[in-house]
């Protein structure tokens, strides 16, 4: 019933140049997708800014959404800059209810959310 | 568009996480015929979602035994989500969750589906059956707040 969760782990560069890391999740992020979404996180952590693209994902719930609120705790721990973009602008309001904008900058696009950080 | 005012469509999933979808596509295909807003249609997808997710998780422990109950009725100008479980239902109001809080590891990370649902509906109450037998979330959205 639940699209398996898939997250990919590219490279990018933002505007000076600098090396940033983007976790491309498709499918739903959901109460299962624990591992992977964590999983891939931790293939990141500690090692600079990193963006988090959601164009691919169709239904994240709250259950999906503690688990970005786990990556910005990581994120936070250390200093390390996250920035999100590709929500639809349903999520973007639900990410914005809940807080999570305060921690992470919610973008339109890729470039966008590259420049920010 | 088909009228659908007055009528009622009930649907049983099983409590087993995932199928709130089912719920939510159908509330979503309701809502459509309805004229509801692309946005308000989100809206309630993800208010009938979160849910359903209490209803199986908490209210029937994913005891898969046991169903949800999911009905949508349409009047007017509102529809109308009931969503029913075997549990005994809410003892504590939804709170806004503090996200500060939460990245610092002093509130739970999880715990924002009956703030959603209550940020996303027109309407949200939870009710406890009088006799014990369960307990329902009634969800109420409006046309009206297409113009707001």
Known sequence: ?117 | MVETTGTSVEVRIPSRLGFEKVAMATAASVARLKGFSDERIEDLKTAVAEACINAIEHGNQLNEKLSVGVILSTRADELEVKVMDNGAGISKPPHKPDIDRKVHGEEDARGMGMFLIQALVDEAEWVRDSKGKGSYVRLVIRLDKENE
């Open chain 1, 1 to 117: 019933m639940q699209t398996e969760t898939r997250a990919t782990i590219d490279r990018t560069s933002g505007p000076n140049g600098a090396s940033i890391a983007v976790l491309r999740f498709s499918g739903d992020i959901s109460s299962a997708s624990k591992e992977p979404v964590l999983g891939a996180w931790q293939n990141v952590a500690g090692s600079g800014p990193v963006l988090l693209d959601f164009s691919k994902v169709d239904y994240i719930n709250s259950s999906g959404i503690a688990l970005i609120i786990q990556i910005l705790m990581e994120a936070d721990k250390t200093g390390q800059k996250v920035a999100a973009f590709g929500l639809s602008p349903h999520f973007q309001k639900v990410f914005t209810m809940v807080g999570i904008g305060k921690y992470a900058g919610l973008h339109k696009d890729e470039a966008t959310a590259a420049a920010s950080l």
